[in-house]
Structure formats: C-alpha cells, structure tokens
Nanobody, 122 residues
Framework: QVQLVESGGGLVQAGGSLRLSCVAS????????MGWFRQAPGKEREFVVA????????YYADSVKGRFTMSRDNAKNTVYLQMNSLKPEDTAVYYC???????????????WGQGTQVTVSS
C-alpha cells in the first residue's frame, strides 16, 4: 500500500502561482511513478503530469505545458507541482497519484491522495 498526502491548494487570482506538494509513504519511493490529475466540477478526472520511477522526464498535458512544472525529491519522498500563470479553467480538485513501475500517462494509478482544491478567480 501507498499513502499519499497532498497540500498546498488554495484560492489565487488569475495569473498567480501555487505549489502543491505530495508526500508518499508505504513503499520504496524510488520505485513509484508519480503524477497529478485533476477533476473540475461536472467533468471527468484528467491527467495533468507524471514523472516515471527513473525521474528523468516529466510528461505534461498540453493544457498545462509551459505553465506547470513537476519535480520529485527522492530524499523526502515528495513530489511537487509548481503552477504558474494560473487560469480560471485550472480550477479543480488536484489529486496526487502513484503506482509501481507504471506509465501513468497510459494506465490508471493504483494509489490516490485525498485531493486538494485549487480555485483560480478571474
């Protein structure tokens, strides 16, 4: 089992920035692919970004490319999502997700955090 705890959500004006954090426990962090997904009201949950267990590259949805940056700190069992130039359409509950040796772009994660709300006002 993997436990994921997110933090860092909140209310921000359009054009502003937020940084989300997700701490993982329960499995060897270096084996985990880590990612962020989001779900806006009335919409399905969608992929935002993921980093594989090697940690070499992050893969972004087109809607956030150039504005969001994901990073991982294996020493702290933590991943971060730096969100810049936020738009009202980025408003959603953001979920940290993980799985062992899985490409999160193509396969649903086995483990999910509880979610953190991000609201961007216009």
């Amino acid at each position: 089992q993997v436990q994921l705890v997110e933090s860092g959500g909140g209310l921000v004006q359009a054009g502003g920035s937020l940084r989300l954090s997700c701490v993982a426990s329960g499995r060897t962090f270096s084996r985990l692919s880590m990612g962020w997904f989001r779900q806006a009201p009335g919409k399905e949950r969608e992929f935002v970004v993921a980093i594989d267990w090697v940690g070499g590259s992050a893969y972004y949805a087109d809607s956030v490319k150039g504005r969001f940056t994901m990073s991982r700190d294996n020493a702290k069992n933590t991943v971060y999502l730096q969100m810049n130039s936020l738009k009202p359409e980025d408003t959603a509950v953001y979920y940290c997700a993980a799985d062992v040796y899985v490409d999160l772009r193509r396969n649903p994660p086995a483990y999910w955090g509880q979610g953190t709300q991000v609201t961007v006002s216009s």
